[in-house]
Nanobody
Framework: QVRLVESGGGLVQPGGSLSLSCTASERTFSTYAVGWFRQSPGKEREFVVNISWNPDNRYYADSVKGRFTISRDNAKLTVYLQMNNLKPEDTAVYYC???????????????WGQGTQVTVSS
């Protein structure tokens, strides 16, 4: 029902910044909660941050709190993830996910993008 496409990944130096976008295929996107998750080789998929249909409701993983900011522009069918002060341990494939419930469990999100690679390295 909801197709998601991530963009904005790339290579950045430690301490640098990167902005990711997640764009949906249809207008009902505004009614969904959206989460960002990340996964590195050999690791479980990790919750990063999520945002409700009410954009004032946002929750961050402790590992990114104070460095990452999520926002959404429903008119553009897009959710953004601004990542500042990036660390090598932030290196992962970042996935956008949408669902009807706000939570940190990836199993709560039925719709997923294909991911965008973020590499933090000198």
């Amino acid at each position: 029902q909801v197709r998601l496409v991530e963009s904005g990944g790339g290579l950045v130096q430690p301490g640098g910044s990167l902005s990711l976008s997640c764009t949906a295929s249809e207008r009902t996107f505004s009614t969904y909660a959206v989460g960002w998750f990340r996964q590195s080789p050999g690791k479980e998929r990790e919750f990063v941050v999520n945002i409700s249909w009410n954009p004032d409701n946002r929750y961050y993983a402790d590992s990114v709190k104070g460095r990452f900011t999520i926002s959404r522009d429903n008119a553009k069918l897009t959710v953004y993830l601004q990542m500042n002060n990036l660390k090598p341990e932030d290196t992962a494939v970042y996935y956008c996910a949408a669902g009807r419930a706000l939570g940190a469990d990836p199993r709560m999100y039925p719709y997923w993008g294909q991911g965008t690679q973020v590499t933090v390295s000198s």
